[in-house]
């Protein structure tokens, strides 16, 4: 019973259940992205018109950068189109990925678009770079 | 079994500790805080001598500096460095720029930082460290990186310019900008001790050569 506790408690600490940490960066065409960055989109999850949803996209640094887990990630949306709650929060996953979570509430169903900026930051060991690239996400809601 | 439960307890604590980065409070430490400023000579773009001990008997604020640097760039041109060093050195208070940065690497060269000081209107000179030995002594680590020195020649303030660690003054931590370097010198006009001494600064590496 300690033991089986025990690492429940290890897998806990690794913020991963089961799932294999991968450092690889991801393919396929980012939504945004440079030499040193990369932004995908990033699990969803059902959304429905009335409720509270989230969008989320995933941070890669690239190359020798790592995401600088000291900058205020935010995003700043778009107010011509749909309203998010605040500016989103951001989690670490390693020193290379973090992902964005987005929450908004669509009035209607269809196709919601979620669009701002997403202000980010990287380093190596040589720069720091500051990014604030323009996101436009699909949602689908119900 | 009581063993087992502090142990998760302690992991419990760390996997909330680390699920966001939003509202954590940055721990803070410095070398020299409290104790006399390290003494220095060092050269400014223009060739000239600065040292340290000729400001004896004066307020001193030390500004680590890299024009390359993005936290700077923002820092100089809308966040706290905006005009804040203008403002103070009309009120009698020195202040020097220290560029650690080693040859070759970013923000280091000379023309450079003389355009960042037109384009930023700094009217304090840019001091060049090149072999990183000030910047050591003082324990910078960032830059911006500011050092608050008082007219007793002892360090004050060690840390950051602001709790907005997007250098824009956009992000404060608890909500509320606070320039921590203002902060000091009010404390310090006002005879009263520096409530806020060390914070953890923010911004890129100190480009260090070794």
């Known amino acids: 019973m300690a033991r089986e506790l025990l690492v429940f408690a290890l897998v806990a600490a690794s913020g991963c259940g089961g799932c294999k940490k991968s450092e690889s960066a991801p393919t396929g065409t980012p939504l945004a992205g440079k030499a040193f960055y990369r932004v995908d989109p990033g699990p969803t999850s059902p959304c429905a018109s009335g409720s509270t949803c989230e969008a989320r996209v995933v941070l890669t640094a690239l190359g020798d950068y790592h995401v600088n887990k000291e900058y205020p990630f935010k995003f700043v949306g778009d107010p011509a189109a749909v309203a998010v709650d605040g500016e989103g929060s951001f989690a670490l996953d390693g020193a290379k990925r973090g992902t964005l979570t987005i929450k908004f509430r669509p009035t209607a169903p269809g196709n919601a678009k979620v669009v701002g900026n997403f202000k980010l930051s990287v380093c190596s060991d040589d720069a720091c770079e500051i990014e604030s690239p323009r996101l436009e996400l699909t949602i689908p809601v119900s | ?210």
Not at chain 2, 44 to 61: E, M, Q, T, W
Not at chain 2, 108 to 125: I, R
């Open chain 2, 1 to 210: 079994m009581r063993n087992l439960t502090k142990l998760l307890t302690i992991v419990g604590l760390a996997v909330a500790g680390s699920s966001s980065l939003a509202d954590k409070v940055p721990e803070a430490s410095s070398p020299v805080i409290g104790k006399p400023a390290p003494d220095f000579a060092l050269k400014d773009l223009s060739g000239n001598d600065v040292k340290l001990a000729a400001f004896k008997g004066k307020v001193v604020v030390l500004e680590w500096f890299n024009p390359g640097c993005p936290f700077v760039q923002r820092s100089h041109s809308v966040g706290s460095l905006v005009d804040t060093a203008k403002r103070r050195t009309k009120d009698g208070v020195t202040w020097l720029a220290i560029n650690s940065g080693s040859a070759g690497k970013q923000g280091a060269d000379a023309a450079q930082n003389t355009e960042a000081a037109k384009k930023w209107s700094m009217s304090h000179p840019i001091l060049r460290d090149e072999s990183g030995s000030v910047g050591k002594a003082y324990g910078a680590t960032n830059t911006p990186n500011m050092f608050v020195i008082d007219k007793t020649g002892k360090v004050v303030y060690a840390g950051a310019i602001d709790n907005s660690p997007d250098g824009e003054g956009k992000s404060p931590r608890g909500g509320k900008l606070v320039n921590y370097v203002d902060a000091a010198l009010d404390d310090i006009a006002a005879g009263r001790p520096v409530q806020t001494s060390v914070t953890k600064p923010y911004g890129c590496s100190v480009k260090y050569g070794s």
